[in-house]
């Protein structure tokens, strides 16, 4: 889908935390100067073509008492689809890209407990006999996901 | 910190994202079996402890056409790592920014920083400049581009009980 201005305002705003109240659409819409329908409608059809991958809340899983971890794996071309399904099948695996480099699979693990870290990148291992390498953050430096559209 | 089993089911509500619908936390209040007015109370208290950061839109840079997604990484002074850390989180094309263990030998980079742009040219320009601001105090870097999306969900939790 092609996005006009208007569907560009809305996602730079929706960027942003929505207001916590009944009505927050009618709140945003408000804000952006547009009617609540227009908002939803765009919203749904930006959601529709995948332009937003997800609308909702952005748990932080380490304040649940849980942990995210950065893995990378250096995965052999001729076995890659086969190793990507087990380690897809872990549900700890939130998101995996894969890479320009020796290390060519990088994944993030977010599991409720800090062990679990450890209990999941163990297994993965087993099943696939390849070392996945550990980069747990030691610091953050700053979020700011939004991108201008 | 645990969580209790009504944030848990609030938590399993809204996993798959926020109903696009007038009243949407009416909508996650029936299904939970909350009030509308109980559900914003738990849910102001989740932002407040951190466990929800935000509620937000997750664009998808593909689409946005930034199709050239760098994850660079660098080899920088530890003892400098701080404040250069926090010069490089703070620009504008950098969506995430983290200090990392190496993993030696094969892997000599402990600060990772994530570069968009519409062309590789484009973010090859701003690592460019990432190394003007780390200077001296940077030993190595590499960029390493992401070409395809192996999955994306967000966060799961296991069902309890």
Known sequence: MTLDDTDRRILNRMQDDLPLCPDPYAAVAAELGLAETDLLTRLARMKESRVITRFGPFFDAAAMGGAFCLCA?????????????????HPEVAHNYERTHRLNMW????????EGIQVTADAIERETGIAVLRFPKLQEFFIGFRVAA | MSISDTDRQIIAAMQEGLPLVPRP???IASQTGLTEETLLHRIAELKARGVIRRIAAA???????MTA???????????????????????????????RPRALPGWPYNLFAMVHGATRD???????????????????????????ILKKTGLRLKQKG
């Open chain 1, 73 to 89: 794996m250096e995965v052999p071309e001729a076995v890659f689809e086969t190793v990507l399904t087990k380690v897809n099948a």
């Open chain 1, 107 to 114: 994944f993030v693990l977010a599991t409720e407990t800090p």
């Open chain 2, 25 to 27: 936390f009416a909508a």
């Open chain 2, 59 to 65: 664009p998808n840079h593909y689409k946005l056409g």
């Open chain 2, 69 to 99: 997604n760098g994850m660079t990484v660098w080899d920088v002074d530890d003892a400098r790592i701080a404040g250069l850390g926090a010069q490089i989180g703070a620009l504008p094309y950098v969506t995430h920014c983290y200090e």
């Open chain 2, 122 to 148: 484009e973010v090859e320009a701003k690592r460019g400049e990432i190394a003007a601001i780390l200077g001296a105090a940077c030993r190595g870097h590499d960029i390493l581009y992401s070409t395809r």
